[in-house]
Structure formats: structure tokens, C-alpha cells
């Protein structure tokens, strides 16, 4: 079945200490992207990859690192949490590159930074 | 950038009655403008989309229309079902490997 992953689905931890939610997809698709969801604030992109070891910030990208060392998984990374960065957060995949087209996003990431 | 507004921000209908949901785009290069639908606690997933070439698409009840010279594209659902409540997102893009930016979302209720 195709499909985005993400890990964990529900966490809740303290402010500076660093956390992983990783981001696989079997789909062979080369743009993955992270967003993360506020009310009334819609979808946010953070940073963007278009291939192995490219990677690039969205709009909102303050706070958080990634990487893309294999095609399938875009690990999102918060070094050091701050309660401003409790949100819902989506990996998504695209097959193509140049215009996204269709976005097939994970089931979401619930973050809690107390 | 690119900048998206989307209005309302709520929209309660009627059971069977048709919805319209607009959004405006600042970016004049865009040229791919998706719908996503985001149910209760469920992922969005794209329910319709239309490129610059195109001035109206349909697909069953659901339908898109680009105005490509104001700069506004509308979804617009007729018959409405129960099954239509949900948080819809409009989405712009230009091209490139910037992505999409997206609107704020509207929430789409169905009265009984």
C-alpha cells in the first residue's frame, strides 16, 4: 500500500530536550516536505526536499533541522523544543519535483513542548 | 512570496444546498491551484485541482473555477452531504521547488 509514515504519531516531552519525528514513504517519490497545522493559521510549510541530500526552508523554518540521506525517510529534527513549537505536524510526499502536483500527506505528528 | 486568502473561514449549509469557498492568490507566475480536504482528525487529501490552461473543472458534485485575471479561484459543492463536513484548504503554487502555500482553511459544516 502507498503511503507516508510518521513516527510517533503523539508526544509529549519538555522544552530543550531534542526530538526526532522521522518521515518515511514507499512511493519512490523525490519531494518530501514538512508542514506544521495551528488553528487558524492552516498549513505551514517548514523545509522542503527535492532529491538526496537537497534539502531547503519553507516558510517557517526557525527551530528545527532536517535531513534527506535516503530517498524514502525525511526525518524532521527539534534540537531544543519551545512551548511555541506545540503544533500538528505533517510529512508529505510528492512525485514530482518542479510543481508539487498531488501532495500525499502522513497521518500527522501531535507535538506537546511543555 | 506567494500569499493565499481564503474566505469564509466558516461556512454552515443546509443539508442538500450548494457551498462556495473562495481564495485569492498575490502570485501572478502561479499556475497550479489544488483543494485539499482535511476530515476530523484525518490527514488533508487533495479532492481537486486545476492548472492556469484551465478556466473550469468538474468532478461530481465538486467543481473549481480560476479567474486567472482577478487572481481568485472558487470550490463550489452542490447537493452537500453529511459527509462534506470537513476543513477545506485551497492551495497556490508557481512553480519551481518552492511547494504550495496554503490558505487558512475554511470549516465546512452540513446541518441536518
Known amino acids: 500500500e502507498a503511503q507516508v509514515t510518521q513516527n510517533p504519531r503523539y508526544l509529549i516531552t519538555v522544552t530543550g530536550k531534542k526530538l526526532t519525528v522521522t518521515c518515511s514513504q514507499n512511493?519512490?517519490?523525490?519531494?518530501m516536505s514538512w508542514y506544521r497545522q495551528d488553528p487558524g493559521l492552516g498549513l505551514r510549510q517548514i523545509y522542503y526536499s527535492m532529491n538526496v541530500e537537497v534539502t531547503d526552508k519553507g516558510d517557517v523554518p526557525e527551530g528545527y533541522k532536517v535531513s534527506r540521506k535516503e530517498k524514502r525517510n525525511f526525518p524532521l529534527i527539534l534540537e531544543s523544543p519551545s512551548p511555541n513549537q506545540t503544533s500538528l505536524y505533517f510529512c508529505?510526499?510528492?512525485?514530482?519535483?518542479?510543481?508539487?502536483?498531488?501532495?500525499?500527506f502522513g497521518e500527522g505528528s501531535r507535538l506537546t513542548v511543555l | 512570496g506567494e500569499n493565499v486568502e481564503q474566505h469564509p473561514s466558516t461556512l454552515s449549509v443546509q443539508e442538500g444546498d450548494s457551498a462556495v469557498i473562495k481564495c485569492t492568490y498575490s502570485d501572478s507566475a502561479s499556475n497550479y491551484f489544488p483543494w485539499y480536504k482535511q476530515e476530523l482528525g484525518k490527514r488533508p487529501q487533495l479532492i481537486i485541482d486545476?492548472?492556469?490552461?484551465?478556466g473550469e473543472k468538474k468532478d461530481q458534485r465538486i467543481a473549481v473555477t480560476l479567474n486567472k485575471t482577478a487572481k481568485h479561484f472558487s470550490l463550489h459543492i452542490t447537493e452537500t452531504q453529511p459527509e462534506d463536513s470537513a476543513v477545506y484548504f485551497c492551495?497556490?503554487?508557481?512553480?519551481?521547488?518552492?511547494?504550495?502555500?496554503f490558505g487558512k482553511g475554511t470549516h465546512l459544516i452540513i446541518q441536518p
Open positions: 486545476i492548472r492556469s490552461n484551465v
Open positions: 492551495a497556490a503554487e508557481r512553480g519551481g521547488a518552492d511547494g504550495l502555500t
Open positions: 512511493m519512490n517519490h523525490e519531494y
Open positions: 508529505a510526499s510528492s512525485r514530482q519535483v518542479y510543481g508539487t502536483g498531488e501532495l500525499f
